[in-house]
C-alpha cells in the first residue's frame, strides 16, 4: 500500500518557469509533511518542511502549499534555474510516534537552460 | 562537521553472498535509520535503531539485520543476498530526544548483487 502518492513522475520546465509537484496522502496521522531534493549519486537532502496547521510555507524559492482536507500538498519553485534540476520526494511522518520517513516515488525535474 | 558517513560507497556482491554496510551519525545525533532505494523508486524505510535497540521495523525480511553500537555508529546486514537487494542502501540519523532534529541522509552505498 502506497501511503504517499506522487505525481508528475518526470517535468521539463523552461528557465524561469514554475514547476509544480503534487502528493496526497492516505493516513490521517501524518503531521509532518518534508521535501527532499536527491541530485545523482547523493543522498536526499531536506528542502522545505510542512505541518498541517500550516496552509503555505516559503523558504526562498520554494513553497509548500498544503490542504488538510483534501489530504495534498504541493511544492512550487520559483524562478526555476538549471541547477534545480534533481529528483524531488515528497514524504511524511508521524513525529511524535515513529519517526519513520513514508517518500512518494519521486519526480525527476529537468530545467532548460 | 563530517554529516552522516557510510561505508563503502560502492560494492558488488555474488548471490547467497552476506553483506555488512556502515554507517556513522552526524556529531549530536542518537538514531540511525536505515533505507534502500532501488533505482527509479523513492526510499523505503527498513529499521530504525536508539539506545542500540531496533525500535521498529519496515516491511523486510529476517535477512535484512542491524545493530548499533555504544557510539551511536550502526551496521546495516542482508544475509543470502538476491538480486533484488540490489539497490541504493541510505543511512539516516537524528536526535530523537529533547530538542529532535530533523533526519540528515548520508550518501549511500550502492550495492549490487550479481
Redesign the interface.
Known sequence: QQQVKQSPQSLIVQKGGIPIINCAYENTAFDYFPWYQQFPGKGPALLIAIRPDVSEKKEGRFTISFNKSAKQFSLHIMDSQPGDSATYFCAASIEGRDDKIIFGKGTRLHILP | DAG?TQSPTHLIKTRGQQVTLRCSPKSGHD?V?W?QQAL??????IF?YYEEEER?R?NFPDRFSGHQFPNYSSELNVNALLLGDSALY?C?S?H?GAG?T???????TRLTVV
Open positions: 552522516v538514531t535509520s533505507y527509479g523508486q523513492g526510499p523505503q524505510f530504525q521498529q519496515g541510505l539516516a537524528s530523537l529532535r530533523e533526519a540528515f541522509f548520508g550518501q549511500g
